[in-house]
C-alpha cells in the first residue's frame, strides 16, 4: 500500500520559515519524480516544486528564491523549505508522487499570518 505522509505545516508569521516533509512508503522512491502542490481556499491545486528521480530541481516561476525541494532517498523522503513567507502562501500543501502511476498525500495545513 502506498503512502505519502506530509508533515510539517502549521501556523506562521509572514516573513518566516517552514520546512514541510512528505514521507514516503510502498514505493521504490528513488525512481520517482515527487512534487509538491497547494491549494488555497477557493483556487485550484498549482505547482510548487519538482525534483525528478535524477535530482533536476523546477519550481513555479513566482516562488523561485523563496522555497526550496530537496529529497533524500535514504530516507524516502521529500522536504519543502520555505522561507520568507507570505499571507498568499497560505494553502494545503500536497506531496505527489509520479512514474506511471500518481500518488498524493492527504494535505498539510500552511498558514501565514500577518
Known amino acids: 500500500q502506498v503512502q505519502l505522509v506530509e508533515s510539517g505545516g502549521g501556523l506562521v508569521q509572514a516573513g518566516g520559515s517552514l520546512r514541510l516533509s512528505c514521507a514516503a512508503s510502498g514505493i521504490i522512491f528513488s525512481i520517482y519524480d515527487m512534487a509538491w502542490y497547494r491549494q488555497a481556499p477557493g483556487k485550484q491545486r498549482e505547482l510548487v516544486a519538482t525534483v525528478t528521480s535524477g535530482g533536476t530541481t523546477n519550481y513555479a516561476d513566482s516562488l523561485k528564491g523563496r522555497f526550496t525541494i530537496s529529497r533524500d532517498n535514504a530516507k524516502n523522503t521529500v522536504y519543502l523549505q520555505m522561507n520568507s513567507l507570505k499571507i498568499e502562501d497560505t494553502a494545503v500543501y500536497y506531496c505527489?508522487?509520479?512514474?506511471?502511476?500518481?500518488?498524493w498525500g492527504q494535505g498539510t495545513q500552511v498558514t501565514v499570518s500577518s
Open positions: 505527489n508522487a509520479k512514474f506511471r502511476k500518481n500518488y
